[in-house]
């Protein structure tokens, strides 16, 4: 038995090498520069010691491997530095599939990123059968690709459709998902591992490799029709100036993918390039962020098992479920049998995509519980009400709940803009209320704020900034102010978009100049999916606050029943979830550059006012809550890395300008002094 630094090797009496991978200082396994050059000497080692099999496991109970080490990678500024890293992985993973002997990828937990490619580079792949094992190639979404193989490892052993599936959307797959594919040979119990192991090192099977209709797929007469199809694909969801990473993807695999030796090479090249390039560095400092609101939560600060959600409307309904998809026993309160029946319903398509296997199906189905009476309250770790915004309302069922619950038990509102102080005022502790704010859709929607007013206990909204993370959410701490944070800035933006219609903008420009901005979604289209007599409420109660009004076309189409999609009709006509020609025609285009600024400046110049205020603690946040809030354009860093990028001075001017042609609503916040 040897020892190095990051990694443990021993040969047993079946003249098996178990290498097992213990990055020293961390708590997960990740790829640098010092541990493949450790790997790279052990298997210079084995070349003469010629074991009959090589086994790679992890020492660490997080998972497998996590890939490359982001710090070490994003510290990388220019191209030749890049390569120099890019090429030593890839090295290092050709010596590791070139060893004469069976080698085996054992994999418990995560396999990510450069975890993958190294299970890629071994002739097998034994998983862990448990839901907690999976496999991905994450890569792209800090606007890189794979960069030691992968992109020519994974085609020919899954087929192109699968492998550029996994490649360009970055999703994970869990291990039997992964074993249907050929991504695994075996998924196993986890005290089946090792013996699946040795078993496959004494008993080599024949290795996997796409076959028929999938291995044709790769082929060179195959590859231009299908990359131009998945181009096409892509493109409907990024555009190559924002997200250059899934396009290079392609490129690689239509170009080269009939020769192995070539695309190695090229993706090394290609690799550089984009980690170099401001998009990947803005997408890694976004990672960076969603990291550290990770951190903003201990877990061992509270153990739930047991959740109580009040109100089984869309948000409430989606939460509760959201919670049991995360292991916890969920009663679910409404005063109507049928709006819960909706929640199970939902709950179960849910649950199907995801989950995909049927006992994991049922088991999740089965820790949501219906309970018409709200018995389940009184025995809850936590209590969300989730009830429609009405003050009243709210405070007369914090009344009843306040005697009934155990003194222990985690109080929280969803109120998405009534102040935290407004509600608690009903309790007799009202130091114990603290706001959960979730946004729709919850399944995809990562950030909860954690709202505080002045009486807030501090370790009541720890436990909660806790609990967001046992239901695998990123908590953000913000202060009880109307709208709190992500409200606040979008409603001045969907407001500009409202103007701008109402003065003949045509709807389909006002959204496409925000797409061009890099908004996931227009303003005018995002409206309408919320519901605009949501936008209307939501306006007409920060409006009373700070003093702006509500564009009277908004309250014209809530008035004739035009609520969006959910009525058929509102900026646009809705045929379910199919978009139509807009509501009404236009006639005034006034440049795409000036309704980008007239949209984005009233973003910015609230994000600007909320950072004055203290609404978050510092612009770092701020980014991270409305990225992780709103969609804002990841690939710019957030609204206030933006703001330093194209200059504060330059903007204030900007916003200057547009004051003195539109009115005071362009006043810039004093902020920006």
Known sequence: MSSYKHWRTETDADQIAWLTFDKADSSANTFSSEVLSELM????????????GVVIRSGKASGFIAGADVKEFSAVRDFDAALKFIAQGQDTFDALAALPCPTIALIKGFCLGGGLELALACKYRIADDSANTKLGLPEVRLGIHPGFGGTVRLPPLIGAPAAMDLMLTGRTVIAKVAQRMGLVDYAVPDRHLELAARETVLNPPRQKHAKGWLALTNKAFARPLLARKIRQQVATKARPDHYPAPFAIIDLWEKFGGDPATMMREERYSEARLVTNETARNLIRVFFLQERMKGLGDKKLIQPKHVHVIGAGVMGGDIAAWCAQQGMRVT?????HEHLARVLKRARDMYTKTL?????????LDRLVPDLEGHGARHADVIVEAIFENIEAKQSLFRALEPTIRPDALLCTNTSSIPLETLSAALKQPERLVGLHFFNPVAKMQLVEIVSAPNTDPDVAARAAAFTRHIDRLPLPVTSKPGFLVNRILMPYLMEAVILE?????????DQAALDF???????????TVGLDICLHVGEILGAHFGSEVPARLRDLVNAGSLGKKSGSGFYKWDGDKKGAPDKGGYNNPGMTEITDRLVLRFLNEAMACLREGVVADSDLLDAG?????GFAPFRGGPMHYVHNRGPAVLN?????LKSRYGVRFAPDSGWK
Do not use: C, H, N, Y
């Open 332 to 336: 679910l309160q409404d005063r109507k």
């Open 356 to 364: 995909k296997l049927p006992r994991l199906v049922q088991a999740a």
């Open 653 to 657: 001017t900007r916003l200057v300008d």
């Open 518 to 528: 890099g908004m996931p979604m227009g303003p005018l289209e995002l409206a309408d």
């Open 626 to 630: 409305v990225i992780f809030g709103t």
């Open 41 to 52: 000497q052990i298997i210079d080692g084995l070349k003469g010691d010629k074991p009959r």
């Open 502 to 510: 109402s003065e003949g903008v045509p709807a389909p420009t006002i």
